[in-house]
């Protein structure tokens, strides 16, 4: 008993040594994730930072404990064979701080081969030091590695069982025996296999499985014109299958992007506008695609990381549900403490054990989980298909998101085997919102745009592979034929084509981040059509529940886009679109355009116990007042752009010069579009309120 209580004894003081010398290090530099809010505001959580940093301390405890519980046991069997090694607490506790580097080493190289992007999120100095390091790396040595560290415990724990039990003292024997079951299962637990091939019974009902990828332009899957072969498995569902070429998002922000994809509501009927929508306007005024299919009898799940908690926030209503907590709450960004805890943590939560215990680190925003979420919507496929009812699973990926983070060997696809630059694995400097919006205000000079492109083409790689294995997947199991498989995105992205980078912020000429890929295949869906038409992502709800046939709501915005596309008629429809919430003063805005207070002075937590970012309830009339408001159909595009003084419209010919205002030359096209414009914008009850 004396050894065993030694061994406990040296491990916990080596795991406190190296918890505590972590806490030190971080509070001289403390920093969260996440937007700023006002300082009065964030003191009134420093109960909850004191919980946070607590809780932090307690799971660096357990992972440093059990990563040094190894080098005890070494340390016990050496002892027996080296005369010179005495199984002390001066011994051991060396054997045990030993342990911890190596494994820990361990975990950072295989990270920093697999997904150097994760690391550099964190990372508070140039990681271009790291490069010398990475160069190295291979999977085979990282194996290599991992079979070295398991064979020397493996035998290091035989030894000292053997030892033991030669020295009759049997509770040691069953301590070192007890240890090397629980390492066993946390290997066995973390190391997630692919679903065996489930043979699906023949429903009558379709099944229907959406894949979405967060921030995934329209124009790199096949047919664009792109100079990539980026999309085979997607272009291949397009060729079987009906694509729609010209589908426009409302809103490109997720939040309300998805909104009206689930709900065929325009924004300003379903009431959320932005990325912070409070709690109440959460609650959907009316069903939603999900609570049609509940009704139906489908068996209904969702899918996603760090960027799909809407799917949980917003009341869509899945029956089940694995996504992220809501990434705009001021507790998860705490709880994800400062950034070199974030990096230490990060190493050991990518598995399905950190998903259930350290969930806030699993789903860290800008760690790809592309692999594991394809992995996870195969094995809800394989436990649907058993079950007598039918399925809807939405997945929802940040694949294609800025950073633009993708695993090995994606992220070497495109980039030059010479680039040294900071932008070698992920767009840098993103890591908190003062960040972004100091990036968001610069030219395209400031960027390294080639390499910027370079790494979403990768992302948008790895997104097709794994659209291929999940429809691969559900041919095997016998079940597509009957299912309807939807390929979406919430909207797409700028490359400084509109003036900036990102998503949403102005609506200038053919935005590319207004206009989202949507592909649909599955019975009842025409076969090998590019509907080249305009069309709306409100569209979607009403088309699928023709197809399912499902009878539509009447009180839709959305239309039935079948009966057009079997007719190879154009619907004659208007989009229309407004800006989300933008940081900073971005590129390209008109000079006297209504601008947002910052982001500190914007964001407001009213309730202090859910913790959820909203926008500030003062501020609201200016965000509703300050949006850009477009419409467009097939050739032309009409921008409204709040000023301070009277509104500022432009004009765009969508088929001869899509970034050229054109409005001096064609008075009556303004006119009839303006007519238009004007009368959706004021059907808004938020825009008339606030007048």
Not at 235 to 262: E, H, M, Q, W
Not at 300 to 321: L, P, Q, R, V, Y
Not at 385 to 401: D, G, Q, R, V, Y
Not at 531 to 550: A, G, H, K, Y
Request: aromatic share 12%; hydrophobic share 40%.
């Amino acid at each position: 008993m004396e050894k065993i209580l030694l061994s406990f004894y040296s491990s916990s003081i080596a795991a406190l040594l190296c918890t505590i010398s972590l806490i030190l290090l971080t509070l001289h530099n403390y920093s969260r994730t996440g937007p700023g809010i006002q300082k009065e505001i964030e003191k009134k959580f420093g109960y909850y930072v004191v919980f946070a940093l607590s809780r932090l301390a307690f799971w660096l405890f357990i992972i440093f404990f059990l990563t040094s519980l190894p080098g005890s046991i070494t340390a016990y069997a050496l002892s027996k064979i080296i005369d010179l090694v005495n199984y002390e607490f001066v011994t051991d506790l060396i054997a045990c701080l030993i342990s911890t580097s190596l494994i820990t080493s361990y975990f950072f190289l295989h990270q920093l081969l697999y997904t150097p992007g994760t690391i550099q999120l964190s990372f508070q100095y140039r990681f271009s030091r790291l490069f010398v390091i990475w160069k190295i790396l291979s999977p085979a040595l990282i194996t290599g590695i991992k079979i070295s560290l398991i064979t020397f415990m493996s035998i290091a724990s035989a030894m000292a069982v053997f030892f033991a039990r030669d020295e009759n003292n049997i509770p040691l024997a069953i301590y070192i025996l007890g240890l090397a079951t629980l390492y066993a299962y946390i290997y066995y637990a973390t190391n997630t296999k692919e679903p065996a091939v489930a043979i699906a019974p023949n429903l009558g009902k379709p099944n229907v499985v959406m894949i979405g990828s967060d921030t995934l332009r329209h124009d790199r899957l096949g047919g664009s014109n792109y100079h990539r072969n980026l999309t085979p498995n997607i272009d291949k569902l397009s060729a079987n299958g009906l694509r729609l070429f010209k589908c426009i998002t409302p809103v490109a922000r997720t939040a309300p992007s998805i909104a009206s994809l689930f709900t065929g509501l325009w924004p300003h009927h379903h009431k959320i506008r932005d990325n912070y929508p409070s709690l109440a306007d959460c609650k959907l005024p009316q069903q939603s695609l999900i609570d049609i299919l509940n009704e139906h009898g489908y068996l209904t799940a969702s899918i996603s990381d760090w960027c799909g908690a809407d799917f949980a926030k917003i009341s869509f209503n899945f029956k089940e549900i694995s996504v992220a907590e809501d990434q705009w709450n001021i507790k998860l960004l705490l709880r994800q403490g400062p950034s070199l805890i974030r990096n230490v943590l990060s190493l050991f939560t990518n598995n399905a054990l950190g998903k259930r215990f350290l969930p806030e680190f699993y789903y860290l925003a800008g760690v790809p989980l592309t692999r594991s979420l394809g992995r996870e919507c195969r094995q809800l496929i394989a436990r649907s298909a058993k079950n007598a009812e039918p399925f809807f699973i939405n997945l929802f990926t940040s694949a294609t998101h800025v950073p633009f983070n993708s695993e090995y060997p994606y992220y070497n696809l495109f980039t030059p085997k010479d680039y040294k630059g900071e932008s070698r694995f992920i767009m840098t400097r993103l890591a908190s919102a003062e960040e972004i919006i100091k990036k968001q205000e610069k030219s395209s000079e400031y960027f390294d745009i080639p390499q910027i492109i370079n790494l979403y083409d990768s992302c948008v790689k790895q997104f097709d592979d794994e659209v291929g294995k999940i429809i691969d997947y559900i041919e095997k199991s016998g079940l597509l034929d009957n299912t309807i498989v939807i390929i979406y995105s919430d909207h797409g992205a700028d490359f400084f084509e509109t003036g900036c980078w990102g998503q949403g912020n102005t609506l200038v000429g053919d935005d590319p981040s207004g206009r989202i890929p949507i592909v649909i295949k599955g019975p009842g869906v025409p076969i090998g059509v590019n509907f080249e038409p305009t069309t709306r992502s409100i569209d979607v709800m009403p088309t699928l529940l023709d197809l399912l046939n499902i009878p539509i709501p009447t009180n839709l915005d959305g239309v039935n886009l079948i009966p057009y596309v079997k007719a190879q008629k154009s619907p004659e429809l208007f989009a229309f679109q407004e800006t989300g919430i933008w940081l900073g003063k971005i590129p390209g805005l008109h000079p006297e355009q209504i601008l947002y207070p910052n982001i500190v002075e914007l964001l407001d937590i009213p309730d202090k116990k859910s913790g959820t970012l909203v926008v500030n309830e003062k501020h609201y009339p200016t965000v509703i007042r300050a949006k850009s408001r477009s419409i467009q159909n097939e050739k032309w595009k009409l921008i409204y752009i709040a000023t301070y003084k009277a509104p500022v419209y432009q004009l765009y010919d969508l088929e001869n010069d899509p970034y050229l205002d054109v409005i001096e030359s064609h008075s009556e096209v303004f006119a009839e579009l303006k007519k238009l414009l004007d009368s959706h914008i004021e059907s808004d009850p938020l825009f008339k309120s606030h007048d």
